[in-house]
């Protein structure tokens, strides 16, 4: 009803512009003397001490904020950081052990594939941390320890505010890990946070500009197909924005690596194909800058988003998206919003039913 959706026309819109809250309700609780601090989610530090390598394992949404997770981890502390398609992981011979710690990500904690994959990863003897915004939920019940994520319930089938909180959770086990393997310092790993807690005002600011976001949507829905590329985190990032746009808008979206590009996609970059390009990492930007003149020169529509107010030729774009200043580390939070709100208004400006895709479940429970 309306009133469930609190003033808005749809859920998701209504789940985009709660992810502050959430973010502020997962967080915040974890903090403690400006440290991250599992102590009241009852998680051992002993997980954290003994973890050579990590494996994630989930599916979707899910499983792309463990990939935006992975970036970070192994960027950040150098340890080795698996994602794993909870499906393909069942069937094969797992290359865990005891000293692997696995990271179970799921905002239903109830989607079959996951749950059975975090079972034969305990039989090889792993420890599991699940990810979980179902309270009580299987997954939740079976894991090790769990991670509670406060996005509170998520109505929309496409997700939003679970995936920013699943990230928000790696960021924090990351932290937390970093410290207690003595990678970071008190000082550092308090830096860490306060960047975390950095990322709310900033999606706030970011969501102010949702109505110059909607204008892109009105080109992207008369395309059959669009590309986003970016570099790195970017990169990780837009995996999500592509399967976002899928689910919603039944627009064929594929997210490439921007340096791959050439090594077959950029065939089918002709007039007017719209690319989506995050530049949000200053280590990869220049590089970014010359994939996105390769499409423009093959005729693409490029949506350019990028960080602060970095001088660009504004000939490479169509469009210009900006999310305010921060550390790189940090971007996917306020790319994130964009990249949902591009989906969601091309959805609406194709008059779909964008809380309830076509084919699609909130929590699926078959295999
Ligand atoms: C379904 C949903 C996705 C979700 C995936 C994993 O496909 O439509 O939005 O990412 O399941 O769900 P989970 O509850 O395990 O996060």
Avoid: W
């Avoid at 398609?85 to 179970?104: C, D, G, M, Q």
């Avoid at 996105?292 to 490029?302: F, L, T």
């Avoid at 001088?311 to 999310?323: A, G, L, N, S, Y």
Wanted: proline share 4%; charged share 25%.
């Amino acid at each position: 009803t309306a009133a469930q959706k609190g003033g808005f026309p749809h859920f998701m819109l209504k789940e985009i512009y709660e992810q502050p809250e959430s973010l502020r309700n997962t967080i915040t609780p974890r903090i403690v003397n400006s440290l991250p601090d599992f102590t009241e989610d009852g998680i051992d530090d002993e997980v954290f001490k003994n973890c050579e390598n990590i494996t994630v394992i989930a599916c979707g949404t899910a499983m792309h904020a463990g990939i935006v997770g992975k970036a970070m981890i192994e960027s950040e502390l150098r340890i080795p950081v698996n994602v794993e398609i909870a499906s393909e992981f069942r069937y094969k011979e797992p290359l865990i052990n005891e000293k692997t710690l696995v990271i179970v990500t799921s905002q239903s904690g109830e989607t079959i594939d996951t749950l059975e994959a975090m079972r034969l990863a305990k039989r090889c003897g792993s420890k599991v941390i699940s990810i979980v915004n179902v309270k009580g939920s299987t997954i939740a019940r079976e894991s090790d320890y769990v991670l509670y994520t406060h996005a509170g319930p998520e109505i929309a089938v496409a997700s939003t505010k679970a995936y920013s909180v699943q990230m928000a959770a790696m960021y924090l086990i990351g932290c937390r890990l970093g410290l207690v393997k003595g990678i970071y310092s008190e000082e550092q790993a308090k830096e860490f946070i306060s960047k975390l807690l950095g990322t709310i005002p900033v999606i706030e600011e970011t969501l102010l500009q949702a109505d110059e976001v909607k204008t892109v949507a009105n080109y992207i829905k008369m395309a059959p197909d669009a590309f986003f590329i970016g570099r790195g985190m970017d990169y990780t990032l837009s995996l999500e924005g592509a399967l976002k746009l899928k689910e919603i808008s039944y627009v064929h979206a594929e997210a490439y690596a921007a340096g791959e590009l050439k090594h077959g996609t950029i065939a089918l970059i002709t007039e007017n194909v719209p690319v989506i390009a995050l530049a949000t990492q200053p280590a990869v930007y220049e590089k970014m800058v010359s994939n996105i003149r390769e499409v423009k020169a093959r005729g693409a529509y490029v949506i350019l988003i990028s960080m602060g107010d970095e001088v660009t030729d504004t000939q490479i774009c169509d469009k210009h998206i900006r999310i305010p200043k921060q550390d790189s580390l940090f971007t996917v939070f306020a790319a994130a919003v964009i990249l949902q709100l591009i989906a969601y208004y091309t959805s609406d400006a194709k008059g779909l039913d964008v809380d309830k895709p076509r084919n699609l479940a909130k929590s699926v429970t078959v295999e």
